[in-house]
T-cell receptor, first 111, second 113 residues
């Protein structure tokens, strides 16, 4: 069975700090790794990673995938209170098209 | 606002009942995905439809069924409801059928009493 594990489960930092969130996966016929941010309600899409070693960047957020070691990291620099959310990663595979989500990392930014 | 709409926002019903959740995808998106999110289980993929056809099935119970209509809106039917079915049900849509960027609706919170 496919499995995605995120760590840490919860993280509390001060505004301005840099954080790294981890996502490891065991997905058969792996296709891509997706990152989402979930605040109060619906997850919002952040990144889709398919190739190893290529960093994707959007403002203060960046992410990279390591297909050899089967993990991805999400970095957030100069954190702001608006970054407080649950960050979800999901693995996708070829063939049956389903997403397998991790349970998320709850990030809290203290002003 | 993702462009995906879901109705109703909240639903409270009794055990044994049947409910229908509705989702309208973003304009131009052909794929609709349904997810269940409960506190103890995280986000679970239920089922995907692409252009009216079932494309992928996840952890969907036999008591649940879904369909996608010609206008691409989708309905998720939950029957013989149990207390454990209480959860947030999300719909997401994407352009293609292969797990591309998915845009989530606001969710329907179902409470079974």
């Amino acid at each position: 069975e496919d499995k995605v594990v995120q760590s840490p489960l919860s993280l509390v930092v001060h505004e301005g700090d840099t954080v790294t969130l981890n996502c490891s996966y065991e997905v058969t016929n792996f296709r891509s790794l997706l990152w989402y941010k979930q605040e109060k309600k619906a997850p919002t899409f952040l990144f889709m990673l398919t190739s190893s070693g290529i960093e994707k960047k959007s403002g203060r957020l960046s992410s990279i995938l390591d297909k050899k070691e089967l993990f991805s990291i999400l970095n957030i620099t100069a954190t702001q209170t608006g970054d407080s959310a649950v960050y979800l990663c999901a693995g996708t595979n070829f063939g049956n098209e389903k997403l397998t989500f991790g349970t998320g990392t709850r990030l809290t930014i203290i002003p | 606002d993702s462009g995906v709409t879901q109705t109703p926002k909240h639903l409270i019903t009794a055990t044994g009942q049947r409910v229908t959740l509705r989702c309208s995808p973003r304009s131009g998106d052909l794929s609709v995905y349904w997810y269940q999110q409960s506190l103890d289980q995280g986000l679970q993929f239920l089922i995907q439809y692409y252009n009216g056809e079932e494309r992928a099935k996840g952890n969907i119970l036999e008591r649940f069924s879904a369909q996608q209509f010609p206008d691409l809106h989708s309905e998720l039917n939950l029957s013989s409801l149990e207390l454990g079915d209480s959860a947030l049900y999300f719909c997401a849509s994407s352009q293609g059928h292969s797990n591309y960027e998915q845009y989530f609706g606001p969710g329907t919170r179902l409470t079974v009493t």
